[in-house]
Structures are given as C-alpha cells and as structure tokens.
C-alpha cells in the first residue's frame, strides 16, 4: 500500500544544515513536496520536485530525489530559528490526494 | 489576497450539535480538498471535487457531507458532532487533479466539547 515515512524529530544549532530525509511507496507519483506547518499555523507549500528531476535548489532549500531507493531529502542551508516547524513529506501515488508522512519536527537552537 | 481561505479558523461546540465550515479559493482551480488533521498532526485526505464533481470520498462517516456549489467553493457540513471529530480541518485546491501542487487554507480547529 501507499506509505511515506520520515523520522519524527531533528535538532539542529543555528547556523548549520538540516537534512530531513523522506522515504515513499509509489513510483508513480508526478510530483513530491515538502510542506511546513508552524506552530498554530496552515500548511505552507514549501517546494516539490517532479519526478524526472534528482535536484531542485530554491535558494537554502535543496531538494534530492533518488527514484530507484524511492527516498526523498530536504536540506536547510543555514538553519535559522524561524525555521523551526513540522516538516511533512507527502507523494499522490499516481492519485489526486497528497499521502503524508507523520512530519519531522525541526527544533534549532540558538 | 487570500488564495484559499476557510471560514470559520475556530469553532467550539457541543456534542451532537451540526456545523459548517466554509472554504473559497481565488486561484481559478478547478480541484478542491478537504484533509483532516488530528492531534497527532497526521494528515488525511476525505474528499475532493473536480469541477464539482465528487471524485474522491475516503472512508468517512457519513455524518460528514461536502458540499461544491460551484468550482470556487468546498464547503463541510458535520451532522451530530461526537468528540472524536476534535481536529484542524484543512481545504485545500489545486489546478487540476492530476497531482499538480496543492495549496492549503489556514485550517479550521473544531473542539468539541
């Protein structure tokens, strides 16, 4: 079945780079994304890859996809604490409706 | 400009009464969603309409009955509300539903008491 999982919780020191890593089910998902969600806050659209792509760079955001391990990553260059939030990664499987992961919680310490 | 807004963002009420939630987006999309978050923060899809047509309708109780008057609009009407349906409700459209990117409303948080 559909599942995407990603580790609950990454604690980081401001300043340095932060790695959420993304595994998923599907191959045929079109696209990937990853979402943040502040505390209190709706879902911001953060970035998404299409599936043809091994990189996406969107200023401190890199995105890394490796089709073949079916794993997706997300890293922060120069992590800030506004940075903090609940991460999610999430696929459509081929579908319409976003699968999520259980989302990672990034803590960055100052 | 608010691209998809929802309406209420709080709503405390009592058990077994029934309630709406509203949402609008003025992107011009055609695929509108409704995803359920709980207190865990796990995220689950329950419907979508496509040019307001009904094409996806997960497991559900069917107190919870969508509503797409036209293509802007997806509103959740909730009959006999039990504590468990205590979450943040999130609409949610995108430009069509072949997986293209989905952009979120600010989530409607339902307690019930």
């Known amino acids: 079945g559909e599942d995407v999982e990603q580790s609950l919780f990454l604690s980081v020191r401001e300043g340095d780079s932060s790695v959420i890593n993304c595994t998923y089910t599907?191959?045929?998902?079109?696209?990937l994304y990853w979402y943040k969600q502040e505390p209190g806050a709706g879902l911001q659209l953060l970035t998404y890859i299409f599936s043809n792509m091994d990189m996406k760079q969107d200023q401190r955001l890199t995105v890394l996809l490796n089709k073949k391990d079916k794993h997706l990553s997300l890293r922060i260059a120069d992590t800030q604490t506004g940075d903090s939030a609940i991460y999610f990664c999430?696929?459509?499987?081929?579908?319409?409706?976003?699968?999520f992961g259980k989302g990672t919680t990034l803590s960055v310490s100052s | 400009d608010t691209a998809v807004s929802q309406t209420p963002k709080y709503l405390v009420t009592q058990m077994g009464n029934d309630k709406s939630i509203k949402c609008e987006q003025n992107l011009g999309h055609d695929t509108m969603y409704w995803y359920k978050q709980d207190s865990k923060k796990f995220l689950k899809i329950m419907f979508s309409?496509?040019?307001?047509?009904?094409?996806i309708n997960e497991t559900v109780p069917n107190r919870f009955s969508p509503k797409s008057p036209d293509k802007a609009h997806l509103n959740l009407h909730i009959n006999s509300l039990e504590l468990g349906d205590s979450a943040v409700y999130f609409c949610a459209s995108s430009q069509d539903n072949g997986g293209r990117p989905q952009h979120f409303g600010d989530g409607t948080r339902l307690s019930i008491l």
């Open positions: 999430a696929e459509t499987g081929g579908g319409t409706a976003l699968i």
């Open positions: 599907d191959s045929s998902s079109t696209y």
């Open positions: 309409y496509n040019n307001k047509e009904l094409i």
